[in-house]
């Protein structure tokens, strides 16, 4: 490849999620997965239309830190949205994956913010991640995030 002797990726900053209501968000992320806030505020006009191309919205918007991530809320106002979210296995869907400890207790705790597994957990059945427990679990506004338990923690036994 040519041309790309310069470009020096130094690190991924966060991910982003758009969401319906940014006080439900924040109630999922802060009470039922124990994230820390860390900042909200608002954004609109002339920088939020060159950045994302959304033009005429406003954002209200928090920054939460997980487990060493940081996560990005952003609830769009004063724009037209689709009336059903993604699916997972639609072209430019994106999701996040957090390792846990029990994940039939997390799945129990996020039901209550309207979160739902997508299937019963199974276990990777091959490969470095044998015996690691995985599901997709979708929130009220189409995110999804994969939970993953590897072998030895929490309480279940892989089925």
Request: charge should be neutral; proline fraction near 6%.
């Amino acid at each position: 490849m040519t041309g790309t002797s310069s470009l020096n990726v130094r690190r991924a900053d966060h991910v982003g999620f758009s969401v319906a209501s940014l006080d439900e968000a924040l109630r999922f992320w802060v009470e039922g997965l124990g994230a820390r806030l860390v900042r909200t505020g608002e954004m609109g006009g002339a920088f939020l239309r060159q950045v994302t191309g959304a033009h005429g919205a406003r954002v209200r918007m928090a920054v939460v830190s997980f487990a060493g991530q940081a996560i990005e809320l952003l609830e769009y106002q004063g724009t037209s949205r689709p009336v059903a979210a993604s699916a997972q296995f639609d072209p430019g869907f994106a999701h996040l994956a957090l390792v846990v400890d029990d994940l039939d207790a997390i799945l129990s705790r996020i039901a209550g913010h309207g979160w739902k597994p997508q299937g019963v957990p199974q276990p990777i059945a091959s490969g470095e991640r044998t015996g690691t427990r995985v599901v997709y679990a979708v929130g009220p506004d189409g995110s999804t995030i994969e939970f993953m338990q590897p072998p030895g923690m929490g309480t279940a036994v892989p089925t």
